[in-house]
Structure formats: C-alpha cells, structure tokens
C-alpha cells in the first residue's frame, strides 16, 4: 500500500521528485572509474560473446535498431522511448530497451575499433532516455524504474564504463554517467521490490553492491545481498523459485558481483556462487544448456561458462538436488534426464512456476530428446496459459484438472506437492521414484507415481495412478525436432500413443515445431502405464505391462545374441528384482 500510494503521489509532481535524487546524487562521492573490478567485467563480457557479435549489436544501435526477445524493432536515430505499441501485455520488450544491454557493446565497439563514434552514441542514447524519463514520469514504476529494470541498467552502465574507460572516452560523459549510477543506487535503496521477492530482489542487492562499491550512498548493500542469498539460495545451492532459468541468471549476477569486489568479496559469497554454480552443473543437460522446466529459454543465461566456475571455486561435490529444489538429476552413459520431483516454488512466490510436477527433460549426448515446451510470452492470455498447463509437460494429467489452479501471467490459486519416494543404482541402471498430491481433491482421490530408470540403452518411464473410480488419464512427452539426430525410439509400454505436432518454444518469442505423444486411457483407478525412450535393442514386449494389487510388471525384450543384455528374463529381473519395494508402485 506504501508502494502503491508513493508511485501515485510522485507521478503528479516528477519534476520535484526528480530534482531531489539529483541533487542528492550530487553530493555523492566521484565514480571510481579505476576500480580493479571494471577491468575483470570488461574481461568477462569478452568470453560471454563473440566480438563480431558484440559489434553487430553496436552497429545496429547507431542507427537505432534493437533486437530482444525474438523481435527487433527499427527506432532511427531519435528513440521513441515510450512509443504506444511499448506499453502491451508485461512490457518486457520496452523494459528491455530501458535496461541498455547494448551499452556495453557500443562502449566495447569503441574499444575494440577505435571509433569513438560508437561510445558517443552509447552516451546519447543514455543522456535522450534520462531527458525522456524523470523519476516519476507516467507509469514509471511499471517499467522504467521498476526496481529490477534500474538495478539491471546500474549492472549495463557499469560494466558499458569498463569500456569507456579503455577507451579513453572524455571525462565530463564519464562524470555524468558516474552521477547516474548513484542516483541509480540511491533510489533503488528507496523502492527495493519488497512486494515481489525472488530473482527481483536479488538483483536489486546485487544493483545495490555495484552502486556502491563505483559511488557509494549504499553502505548496507552487501548486507542486503547476503539476507537475499541465505533467503533464496538453498542448501543445495538451487534457487529457491526452482526454474532453472532464473538460478542460471542469479548465478550471473553473483558471478558478476564477485568479478567486481574480487579478493575483497565476504567469504559467504564465494561459497554461495560454489554452491549454485556446483547445482547448475548437476542439472544442465547434454548441450550445456539448462532444462525447460517452469519459466525459461535458452540463450541468455550462458550456463556452459558458468558451469566452468565449479571447478575453480567448490572441490566438493553439491547435495543432491531432489533434497531441497525438487529438480532430479539422472544419468547413464550418455543419457541424461532432469525430472521435477519437489514443489514448483516457494508459496510466495509462484509467478515463474508450471504444471510440471513429475515431468522430465532427456538428452543424449549433446541432443535434446524429451523437451518441456518452453515458454513463448509473460503476457496474459491463451498462449501464456497454454504454455504453463499441465498438458504442455511430460507428465500425467487426470480428468483434464490443471496441477496448479493457473491466475493471470504469475498467480496461482490451489498449489500442489510432489516428493521423492526412493531412488538408487542398480547394475548400470540410475532410477528414481516420485509421487504428488495435485489430484486428491477429485472423487477417489487419483495419486499419480512415477519410476524413471535410465540405463545405457535408454529410459523406462513407469507411471501408477492409485486412487479409486473411473478417470480420463493422459500422459504426454514431447519429442525434440532434433531428436531424429540421436535414432531414439519413443514407445508406449501399453496401448497405442497418438502423435501430433505441437509447438516448441525454446527461446522467448519464437515458436518451431516438435511432436507431441499422447496416451489417453478412460479407466478405473488403480491405472498403469508409461513409455520407453531409447536408442539401443531394449524395447517393451507388446502387451506386457501388468499391475495386481499395486505391484507392476513390465517384460522388457533384447535381442537374444546381445552379447550384454543376456535373455529377456535376465534382463527384466535386473531392472524389476532389483528395485526395493516402494510403497505400492514398485
């Protein structure tokens, strides 16, 4: 309620309130342009991307092209900060243009080439947005100085002076920028996003510490980092939202945060980015990249060179991850899965979480096989609902009921719980059982199991729905486009899949095509079922899966001659006998 009455109070006065924050920012300290940590940021933004890269976005910027999120915009010269068509849906687009990400690659194009002609116009862009959006101007906090927007640019602007500094860039732009940053800091420390938590407000303690450590006006600023990194980051090193995206983006920011204070930074910051950096590794698939499960896409968040941080900064390896973050790591020669089998995110905070409990992503080698279906926008409607609903995982829905009640674009009404049941090794086989209550509130009560084991040829995905009367049950996965490059078979182990295109969005705002398979059964509860998913000769026998009084068999065949896998009896009995029973599955 504060919040809401200081925005409406300040958008009827902006030049007063705006006018104050510089004159504060005045009295602050000069920036500290030969800080060690700029030259380390400006080190770290080279490996991050290539300098042809950098240089195509730079190019574009002086004449006034900006590409995020799947769509580039042509402005010109003269930006329209705040054209109509910005203001639809969450913004995200517009509030990306207001971060200035393409600063820092204007300032390196300077660097790099020479040109002073690409610094100029990082420091004209700067200087016509900040003319164009005094603190207080309409709908202000929505975007342009919403709490994570100001703390991202304070990030941009100081690694962009990285840059200029190298480049020799003239000294009244550098003071004029060094006085943004402070007045950044200082009224972020007056509008921290309090309401929203999570991944926002983590980067508002991490906008803090940059602030104040290159100007100063925030001495509390670490202590605000480390209540957010002992609030959000878990004790297996996962963030506490559960979506892997925006653990990989946390882990950037702390990663970023330690380049800047580098020997000066507190002991409980190394061991945090150890700890996140040790659960990034364990749950990146084949391809380095990061599963699709709840909010997220791949290409922003460079979780290959993040990864790489493990081995310099925690010789030990992390907790599981099914202990506290709910995300499951399996592996077998070169297969490896991830499976949701904890809560979707902390309660107060669902705003990035799907239904996706018991559902998994599979490569093998560096091919994605079984994908979740990614997220295609935040704004409200069909498509944000369809991307977060049950049916677009691969999982198990019951009589077409939602796992999570789904509000809007971030709210969520009824919320469910899944928990690990067991897991272990057998022989060559990493296999893992898990169970949720999304479905107890319906009639006879339907309590979905899954037994993932995953071994040299492949994964069986055995499901069991205790409960009681007669359900519509679907089980979905979605099969990559790429899958085709790893000749991997997806067979149901009873009944006959329908198979369909579907969409796939791996990266925000685009849309390519997958196939869907789809299991549908009307059937009284208890209920059995699942897939195999290999690339090797161990296949599911037609019409072999059988369940009596809650135990299951599954007859799995090989090719008599495999000089491995030995009869099919031998082979069932390895995967079969050797798991211990687990409540009423196994």
């Not at 010789?315 to 899965?337: F, I, K, M, N, Y």
Request: one cysteine or more; charged letters at 25%.
């Amino acid at each position: 309620m504060r919040y809401r009455i200081r925005r409406a109070l300040w958008e009827r006065r902006p030049e007063v309130i705006d006018a104050r924050y510089v004159a504060r920012a005045e009295r602050l300290p000069e920036a500290r342009w030969d800080h060690p940590g700029l030259a380390r940021l400006a080190a770290w933004h080279r490996t991050r991307r290539a300098e042809a890269d950098a240089l195509a976005v730079a190019r574009d910027a002086l004449v006034g092209r900006f590409a995020f999120l799947g769509r580039s915009e042509l402005l010109g010269a003269e930006v329209d900060w705040f054209r109509e068509d910005f203001d639809r849906g969450t913004r995200l687009w517009k509030t990306h243009l207001h971060e200035f990400s393409y600063a820092i690659d204007l300032a390196r194009a300077a660097a790099e080439t020479g040109n002073r002609e690409f610094g100029d116009r990082a420091f004209a862009l700067a200087r016509s947005w900040r003319d164009a959006s005094p603190i207080g101007c309409r709908d202000f906090a929505m975007d342009v100085w919403n709490g994570r927007a100001v703390a991202t640019r304070i990030l941009h602007w100081a690694s962009a002076a990285a840059f200029h500094v190298e480049a020799g860039h003239p000294a009244d732009d550098l003071r004029w920028l060094g006085r943004e940053l402070g007045l950044h800091g200082l009224f972020l420390r007056d509008n921290l996003e309090l309401d929203l938590r999570g991944n926002h407000l983590f980067r508002d303690a991490v906008g803090l510490v940059f602030a104040q450590e290159l100007v100063g006006g925030v001495p509390d600023a670490l202590d605000w980092l480390q209540e957010q990194v002992v609030e959000q980051v878990l004790p297996d090193g996962g963030h506490y939202e559960r979506a892997p995206f925006y653990h990989a983006i946390c882990t950037r920011d702390l990663f970023e945060t330690k380049l800047l204070l580098g020997d000066a930074a507190p002991a409980w910051l190394d061991a945090a980015l150890a700890a996140m950096a040790g659960f990034l590794e364990a749950v990146v698939l084949g391809d380095g990249e990061i599963p699709l499960q709840g909010d997220g896409w791949l290409g922003e968040a460079v979780p290959p060179l993040l990864t790489a941080l493990r081995a310099q900064l925690s010789p030990q390896p992390p907790e599981r991850p099914d202990r506290h973050s709910g995300l499951a790591p399996l592996t077998a020669g070169a297969w490896r899965l991830v499976a949701r089998v904890g809560d979707h995110a902390p309660d107060e905070q669902m705003g990035h979480a799907h239904a996706d409990l018991l559902s998994f992503d599979l490569s093998h080698r560096t091919t994605r096989v079984i994908t979740d279906t990614g997220t295609l926008s935040y704004d409200p409607g069909p498509d944000r609902q369809r991307v977060r609903s049950t049916a677009s995982h691969n999982t198990v829905g019951v009589d077409g009921v939602e796992q999570l009640e789904l509000w809007g674009s971030f709210r969520v009404g009824r919320r469910s719980r899944a928990r690990v049941r067991a897991h272990g090794i057998s022989g060559t086989w990493s296999w893992l059982c898990a169970s949720h209550d999304a479905y107890r509130h319906l009639p006879g009560g339907p309590v979905p199991y899954r037994l993932w084991a995953l071994g040299p040829e492949g994964l069986v995905v055995l499901d069991w729905v205790a409960g009681q009367g007669r359900h519509r049950l679907e089980s979905h996965l979605h099969e990559h486009p790429n899958a085709s490059d790893a000749s991997v078979q997806i067979l149901p182990l009873d009944g006959d899949a329908e198979v369909s295109p579907a969409p796939l969005h791996e990266r925000f705002g685009e849309t390519q095509s997958m196939r869907r398979h789809r299991l549908v059964s009307e059937t009284q509860l208890p209920w059995a079922g699942g897939w195999w998913v290999g690339a090797g000769p161990l296949n599911p026998r037609a019409g072999a899966l059988t369940h009596s009084e809650g135990r299951v068999t599954l007859a799995l065949e090989t090719p008599p001659t495999h000089p491995q896998l030995g009869s099919p009896e031998r082979r069932c009995a390895h995967l079969g006998l050797a798991l211990p029973r687990v409540g009423r599955i196994c």
